[in-house]
């Protein structure tokens, strides 16, 4: 039940676009700061497009939250960078995802039913 | 790509402004994306563009990772306080007391000196002392101004109390006499109504008025019905013409200006001098002002003796200085008083903070073996300072709110719009200023020391370091030092201040009540009845209970801001050490007996002397002295410049007026006893404050519409004659006191530190034969060792800023070598009683528990 779910973190619901963002990217898989960055900038037609302090600064406050983690799989020598960090959805960072969805399709629903859906054209 | 280069090491210097704990961890990362970003930007605009979102990227992103660092150490901060809340109350207090005063003394200096007038370009406008520039009418005055050489505008201005009548009620308030351009020459519009017209400062068109906002509120309610109105000064109807705009009180809390300056029908030309002020030509340097004024002044005082011009040299200074004038000075060393007792604080507050970080030694530690690097234990340690100051200055705000009730009873500012003020920009500015200057005064020592503690890395470079130990000793030293300046200045203070209160007066303060009239603009002013006035209002009063005795003088002791002076001659010969004219107090019969009997020799005026303006005097002990002998004076004559001979009756002891004038005082018959400012004195017997009401009634009921003001006891008088010299030396006296108890408690604190920190050192050193004696006597060396490492520099500085206490109180003499030799004496006493009582646990310590334990 979405209400439930929501209930379980308080503190955290809603979810900010970005860490939402950040979420669904990692969802299909781990990710480094810049694919991460890139992923989003697609999906959203290049109109969230994250500079390197906001990207980390969410990644931080994720990590604290729980809602990521960093991963310690690292590709092949040749083509690994130090530097680069590699991060992956916890299940608590999942549950939020799914909470959010749920509560964003909750609110299209009533959206739709008190506006009707707008026909592209 | 040589751009590349360059910008990627502009963004990683860029990097430098994410707080500590960020840059630890995402550094690297932060760099790489910005490679990666790099590398996708070919083309001078796509770089452009990259760093177009670099800089939007990191104005977000640096003052939220800022703030989640800051709320993160407060909190951390905040755990560390409630476990220690002896010391954390103690640092704030200190800070507290400290930044609240220093908050509260600059409100005043920026009052006074800071703060512009509210006049127009206030900087071009100036006063001349000693130059009068020709007044004897007003054509003779324009064309003078008109014709300065560096003059743009000047006014001529009298200004004194006058009797407002044609309202409510009849009260005593200050009106200036001005030429006609006083208010476009200081740049000020009334609110409502206008200022004075061109030529209306000529006899016959000078009945007008410009009235302050302050009256015009409480007699008119704001009403505009105002203009127009008739208010009377001293009984001469004026007509009201405009309203000053708020805060305009200029001269001297003026409420009523008009244009009679060169009739002077309200401020008698025999009692006050005019005042000038003037504006500055625009594009004239001060410099080339000040020669063109000298040359000018020079011509005009060319008839006065050399002596007469070198003792009252003409100057011109700015309006703003001389406005400040009298306690400029003072309000400046109570800064720098202010400022050392911040500066102790500080030193004070970061010797406990050292002891805490030392404390602290292995938390670091283990932070530092985490991962924590130096710059991100430092930024934990000064947001810690950040949040104690930060705390201390919120508090310090009703500390200075406190310290400007205070100065502004026994230091009022001179005009209105100089209000002493906290909530001022500059002053909150400042508040915040020094409350960030004291957490990185205090911070940094325990902050570079956190470093030291992470380059080691190891328990063992903590508390008991060496390092840790001298810099403890070094903060004790430099408080010592500063403690010693304030304590000596104190000393010296409070001993000018001992002398001021013991000054013999020249009259019996207890018992004694006081009540000033004006018979100005009433039925009583025509020379003939003044005395008749006089006399039945003293009639009256010395048939109340409880009245032994009552009179009446011209002049008051403690409050002759303006006095009568003549030169002086007995049988002819000049006295033996001329220094300036005499001052002379017109008195009714019974005054000496009223004031306390100070009769020498002879007798005082008769009732008969005073109705016939007889030629007789009574003279001080100083007049009688500068000729021969006090007793030798009676019988003689003594002339005022060229009078008739007057007979000397008597000789009393002189009375303390407060003024700075000389001690030379003859007392005359007052025979028209309303010409200056006459107050009735009378005698009683208990305390005098119960009489006050009867002995007001007494006098109102001979005539209602006379204003009586001032009716205090002489001790009241007293009390505001020495409310300013009180207030400074309290003031340093408290500042010292304060100073001694943070010095004691640091040296306490630091001895009894290493003492817990050495108790391993110290039984091995008492397993091995020394006695505990012994080892508190080389803890003693020690104490004194650093008490007497800052007396020297603190002697110094003593003796350096003594010069300038005479400016608090008349009298201070700058410090000497003894008093800075008691002062470093009393501290030495002091912190060995707080080094023996630190070490009394060395006694007490059992040797094998001792070794045991570690």
């Given at each position: 039940m979405p209400s439930k779910d929501r209930s379980d973190f308080p503190d955290v619901t809603h979810l900010s676009p970005v860490v939402f963002h950040i979420l669904l990217s990692l969802g299909e898989g781990e990710r480094h700061g810049y694919a991460l960055k890139r992923e989003i900038a697609l999906r959203t037609g290049g109109k969230l497009k994250l500079g390197p302090g906001v990207l980390y600064g969410s990644i931080n406050k994720m990590l604290e939250q729980g809602l990521i983690e960093e991963s310690d799989e690292r590709p092949d020598a040749h083509l690994d960078d130090e530097r680069r960090r590699y991060y992956r959805i916890t299940p608590r960072g999942r549950k939020m995802a799914q909470a959010e969805a749920a509560r964003m399709r909750d609110l299209v629903q009533l959206a739709a039913a008190r506006f009707g859906v707008a026909r592209h054209a | 790509m040589p751009d590349a280069g360059v910008s990627f090491r502009f963004y990683r210097w860029l990097?430098?402004?994410?707080p500590a704990g960020f840059r630890e961890n995402y550094a690297a990362s932060l760099e790489r994306q910005f490679l990666d970003e790099l590398s996708d930007s070919s083309g001078r605009f796509a770089l452009v563009m990259l760093w177009i979102r670099i800089f939007r990227d990191l104005s977000i992103s640096v003052p939220v990772q800022a703030a989640r660092e800051v709320m993160r150490d407060s909190r951390h901060a905040l755990r560390l306080w409630r476990r220690r809340p002896l010391h954390t109350g103690f640092a704030i207090g200190a800070l507290a007391i400290g930044i609240g005063a220093n908050t509260g003394v600059f409100s005043v200096v920026n009052a006074l000196l800071l703060r512009s007038l509210p006049f127009r370009d206030p900087d071009r406008l100036i006063v001349t002392h000693i130059f009068i520039p020709p007044s004897g009418s007003a054509k003779q005055f324009h064309d003078w101004r008109q014709q300065s050489s560096y003059l743009e505008d000047a006014a001529i201005i009298a200004h004194g109390d006058v009797n407002l009548g044609g309202t409510r009620e009849s009260a005593r308030v200050h009106l200036a006499e001005t030429s006609w351009n006083f208010f476009s020459m200081l740049g000020v519009q009334p609110v409502t109504g206008r200022a004075f017209f061109r030529d209306e400062d000529t006899p016959g068109k000078n009945a007008v008025a410009v009235i302050s906002y302050g009256l015009w509120q409480q007699l008119f309610a704001g009403s505009r019905s105002a203009l127009g109105a008739t208010i009377r000064a001293n009984g001469t109807p004026l007509m009201i013409i405009g309203v000053a705009p708020p805060g305009m009180d200029y001269p001297g809390k003026t409420v009523l200006w008009t244009p009679s300056a060169f009739a002077r029908d309200f401020i008698p030309h025999t009692a006050f001098l005019a005042e000038f002020t003037g504006r500055l030509k625009p594009g004239i340097t001060w410099a080339q002002a000040s020669e063109a004024f000298m040359v000018e002044a020079d011509r005009q005082s060319a008839k006065h003796s050399k002596a007469n011009r070198a003792k009252y040299p003409p100057r011109m200074i700015r309006l703003q200085d001389e406005l400040a004038g009298p306690v400029k000075m003072a309000s400046l060393i109570l800064m720098a008083g202010v400022v050392l007792i911040l500066l102790i604080a500080c030193s004070n507050v970061a010797n406990l903070l050292m002891a805490r970080t030392a404390d602290r030694a292995t938390e670091l530690s283990i932070r530092s073996a985490l991962g924590a690097s130096r710059a991100r234990l430092s930024q934990q340690l000064l947001t810690e300072s950040l949040l104690l100051s930060l705390v201390a200055s919120v508090a310090g705000l009703l500390v200075a709110h406190g310290t400007i009730l205070l100065v502004e009873k026994v230091q009022p500012a001179p005009l209105g719009s100089q209000a002493y003020s906290i909530l001022d920009g500059r002053v909150l500015l400042f508040c915040v200023a020094i409350s960030v200057l004291s957490a990185l005064l205090f911070g940094m020592v325990p902050s570079l020391y956190a470093g030291r503690v992470h380059n080691f890395g190891t328990r063992s470079s903590s508390a008991m370091s060496p390092g840790s130990r001298r810099i403890r000793e070094a903060l004790v030293a430099a408080q010592v030092m500063l403690t010693i300046v304030l304590l000596a200045g104190s000393v010296s203070l409070g001993r000018a201040f001992f002398n001021l209160m013991h000054t013999e007066r020249g009259f019996n303060t207890p018992g004694l009540i006081t009540a000033s009239i004006s018979l100005d603009g009433s039925m009583h002013q025509p020379y003939d009845r003044q005395l008749p006035y006089f006399e039945q209002a003293l009639a009256r009063v010395r048939r109340l209970p409880g009245v032994r005795q009552a009179s009446a003088t011209e002049f008051l002791p403690l409050d002759a801001t303006v006095f009568l002076g003549a030169p002086y001659t007995m049988d002819g010969a000049a006295p033996k050490d001329f220094r300036d004219f005499a001052m002379l107090v017109p008195v009714l019969p019974h005054y000496f007996e009223t004031m306390g009997d100070r009769i020498l020799h002879g007798r005082e005026f008769t009732d008969q002397e005073v109705s016939s303006n007889a030629s007789v005097a009574v003279v001080n002990e100083q007049f009688a002295n500068e000729f021969g002998t006090a007793r030798d004076a009676i019988g003689h004559q003594l002339r005022l410049g060229n009078t008739p001979p007057i007979k000397i009756i008597g000789v009393v002891k002189g009375m303390d007026y407060m003024a700075d004038a000389n001690p030379v005082q003859i007392f005359l018959p007052a025979h028209s006893p309303s010409s200056y400012f006459p107050s009735i004195v009378v005698r009683v017997d208990g305390d005098a404050k119960d009489h006050l009401s009867m002995v007001r009634d007494a006098i109102r009921s001979v005539d209602p519409q006379v204003p009586l003001f001032g009716v205090k006891t002489m001790e009241q008088r007293l009390d505001d004659a020495l409310a300013r010299p009180k207030f400074y030396s309290t003031t340093l006296i408290f500042f010292a006191a304060f100073a001694v108890l943070l010095a004691v408690m640091g040296i306490y604190g630091a001895v009894s530190y290493a003492v817990t920190q050495r108790t391993h050192e110290m039984g091995v050193r008492l397993a091995l034969g020394t006695t505990a004696g012994r080892l508190r006597s080389v803890l003693l060396g020690q104490g004194l060792a650093t008490v007497a490492a800052g007396a020297v520099p603190g002697v110094a500085g003593a003796l350096l800023s003594g010069r300038y206490l005479e400016s608090l109180i008349a009298g201070a003499r700058s410090v000497s070598v003894s008093t800075c030799v008691v002062s470093v004496m009393f501290i030495a006493a002091i912190a060995a009683a707080g080094v023996w009582g630190a070490t009394r646990r060395i006694a007490r310590l059992d040797i094998m528990e001792t070794l045991r334990a570690d």
């Open positions: - | 990097l430098r402004l994410y």
